[in-house]
């Protein structure tokens, strides 16, 4: 299989490349460094650096024998987006290429514009390569959990039959997000769904809660394979932050009541949804959605289990509750289902005590490189006077 | 008041602006001719000929002695529209500044890029404008009926309330349309819901179904003054083809089946939802959302009515059948509310024989200037292989 991963520089581009090619897809990454280099500009780089593409091709190749082509461009530029697929004619698109932060799609206008750009332009243009070169490609593209935010109904897997006076109606499950990130995502899913119906698009939309983890079987072969691990308060996640603050020895910091609840996934787990996902390509026309978690928890349920594996690890750590920065309830109904990978045959790894207190020890081993200024939560999302509005 | 008013130029723009000069408000069009030089370059320029901005102001001014002001640029254009709305300073904004045609998004790929960039951009630099300049402004958005679809539940005005196991939603109603013309406006639906609710946006979104009619208070007072009237495959609308068909004495063409029902309004019940909206602005944080016509026909009964209008005026009218160029259903469940505006105030003028002979009289006038060429469809909706999924 001919595999294209657009955002091949990202937490889950990367690893995704490699675990492709370690089962002899040819593939090839595409990324132009603008996640790498905002973070970079904006003091907030990564705790583990990994090399650039060709670097790291070099180095996976030289411990696998497996090739991953690079080609360095702007998934937002359809001239250099619609040349690439008509020479690489890939079988399968895995599109990661939108910027990924909720933060810093709420910090001003120039943020805003920069993510909504971004994120539309290149799901439009990867639509069109497709149509215009490979119309049978199977395009893997990667939603969030997020866009469902958190209704006080039970959330179905893409789709739901309403039944309103005594008639019904099968809907694209309706999505009300948190932050304009997670909304270009929504917007992503209604432009897909017209370009299936229109054109006959095969495409999984894979409904993503928050990953974690830095091993896989690839990255385990030498550190600079591993995943890039954000931890500041834009472009790192909840996991990431606790695991820093209970390596530095800082209070973990829970943003509001911490009731808030989320469905997480280990980095592992992605990649064998991606490969399921691959294996199993829907019909021409089918727009294919799936929930990608393996576990709900709530903020608080996960700062305990930090804490409890630091315990493990011989660390004492604290919980402290900040404002909320985001615009978000802190006390909802949730239940998410997730049964349609599974029924791939998706077998999760569990956020065990040990799976954190390896992360933790990998993070411990990058102590002296922690930069506590990071972490605290400079963002705020835009109406701050009085509490969040009830989404409902 | 002052009214800034985007796509002044336009069908409804230009009659709108007027309205409200006419009630004294202080009015700015802005336009930067797209659709107009899309038009020209694709040799569908309108029947009756709109001078451009300033002269038409020149006109309306020698006869009313009202000024409206004239910014002539581009809304996808940040900077331009950011300034403009920083001097101007509105309490209202209206905004039809985005490319209309249905046909047109569904051409090829620089058409459907140009639509969605356009329609998206304009509407996420109103979004922006608003919030950095005049943040209580009422933004007035035009959406569409057509962002519906023709689902087989009732259609609600923008929310539902979803009941599902036992638990209750309300939600926006979700959104499935027939063109990528149509799916931009949902984008834009998406886009405000969410910058409302995180920054406090008033907006109403007017979903509005096919207007028709030539004739205003002051529209009235000069020929030079009309709104724009297009009547090809690309720019025109099915009321308009029907009427320019009378009067050239060739069939009505009525695409499919012909028992697709859409929601119609006359052009002087557009403005009149428009200053009645204007009036009674929404509460910081509320997306009001009004479902904009007055009567539901078939595309049947709509060729019907003008048959029976032409026969009115001494024409004899024939009616044919052509393979449907759009993805629709043409045969479907169609009940869609609108009390909300009638409960504002709104006083329908409905599609009486008279307001279709009066049209026909207009049409009759310029029946030389008629080019037949251009109104067989010319443009196909993407997959024409069978026939058109069932969108539930």
Redesign the interface.
């Known amino acids: 299989m001919r595999v294209l991963i657009l955002g091949g520089d990202g937490y889950l581009g990367w690893p995704t490349a490699m675990a492709f090619a370690n089962r002899n897809h040819e593939v090839c990454v595409v990324d132009n460094y603008l996640r790498r280099n905002l973070a970079r500009q904006m003091d907030r780089g990564p705790l583990i650096d990994a090399p650039k593409l060709d670097d790291r091709v070099d180095i996976f190749k030289a411990l696998s024998s497996h090739t991953i082509s690079v080609a360095i461009g702007d998934c937002t530029d359809?001239t250099f987006l619609s040349d690439l697929v008509r020479r690489f004619e890939p079988d399968t698109i895995v599109h990661y290429a939108e910027l990924p932060s909720a933060p810093y799609s709420?910090i001003g206008?120039a943020e805003?514009?920069l993510t909504?750009?971004n994120n539309?332009?290149s799901t439009?243009n990867v639509i069109?390569a497709i149509?215009?070169h490979v119309p049978a490609c199977h395009l893997i593209k990667l939603g969030t959990m997020g866009e469902y935010g958190t209704?006080?109904?039970?959330i179905e897997e893409g789709w739901?039959d309403?039944?309103?006076?005594g008639?019904?109606?099968?809907?694209?499950?309706?999505?009300?997000?948190g932050?304009?990130y997670h909304?270009t995502k929504?917007?992503d899913t209604?432009?897909l769904?017209?370009?299936v119906?229109?054109?006959?698009l095969r495409v999984t939309d894979l409904m993503q809660g928050p990953v974690y983890g830095l091993s896989t079987a690839e990255a385990d072969l030498d550190s600079r394979l591993s995943p890039n691990f954000h931890y500041d308060d834009v472009f790192g996640t909840v996991v990431n932050r606790f695991l820093v603050q209970a390596a530095a020895g800082i209070p973990l910091t829970v943003y509001g009541a911490g009731n808030q609840i989320r469905g997480f996934l280990n980095i592992k787990d992605t990649i064998q949804c991606i490969e399921l996902a691959a294996a199993t390509p829907p019909a021409a026309?089918e727009l294919r959605i799936l929930n990608q978690f393996t576990e709900l928890f709530s903020v608080n349920q996960l700062a305990a289990k930090v804490q409890q594996a630091a315990r493990l690890t011989g660390l004492a750590v604290t919980m402290q509750h900040l404002p909320n920065p985001r615009?978000e309830l802190e006390q909802h109904?949730y239940n998410a289902k997730n049964t349609g990978l599974i029924e791939l045959g998706m077998e999760p790894n569990l956020m065990t005590e040990a799976v954190l207190a390896e992360m933790l020890q990998t993070v411990l081993r990058y102590r002296n490189c922690i930069d506590t200024a990071k972490i605290m939560p400079r963002v705020r999302?835009?109406?701050r006077q009085g509490p969040p509005?009830d989404?409902?």
Request: net charge positive.
């Open positions: 359809s709420m206008p805003a514009r909504f750009e539309l332009k439009f069109w149509l215009e209704p006080n109904i039970d739901i309403v039944a309103h006076k008639r019904s109606q099968r809907f694209l499950y309706p999505r009300e997000a932050s304009l909304t929504i917007l209604d432009l769904w017209f370009y119906r229109a054109y006959g026309g615009l109904y999302w835009g109406r509005p989404v409902a």
